[in-house]
């Protein structure tokens, strides 16, 4: 089992920046890909950014893309979310997400909101 604890939601004014940090806890051994979704209410939920083990990111939403940036820390078993330029659209509830193949685990979520 792992557990994922996210960190670092709250207000902020458009313009603004947050840094969201996931910490990764239990049998954390061979975790491969980690990732942030986020579910904005009455949307589905979508994924933000995502990085390998190695820790280069693979992939980020072209909505976020140049404003937001995802790393991961090996040694310290968190996996971050840097993000810059914020605009209302990005309120949500952002979920860290963890692979253990064959098994996923998600956070419980913190949410941020930009007011414009």
């Known amino acids: 089992q792992v557990q994922l604890v996210e960190s670092g939601g709250g207000l902020v004014q458009a313009g603004g920046s947050l840094r969201l940090t996931c910490a990764a806890s239990g049998s954390i051994f061979n975790i491969g890909l980690m990732a942030w979704y986020r579910q904005a209410p009455g949307k589905q939920r979508e994924l933000v950014a995502a990085?390998?083990?190695?820790?280069?990111?693979?992939y980020t939403h072209s909505v976020v893309k140049g404003r937001f940036t995802i790393s991961r820390d090996n040694a310290k078993n968190t996996v971050s979310l840097q993000m810059n330029s914020l605009e209302p659209e990005d309120t949500a509830v952002y979920y860290c997400h963890a692979v253990q193949t064959p098994y996923v685990y998600w956070g419980l979520g913190t949410q941020v909101t930009v007011a414009s």
């Open positions: 990085i390998g083990r190695v820790g280069s990111p693979s």
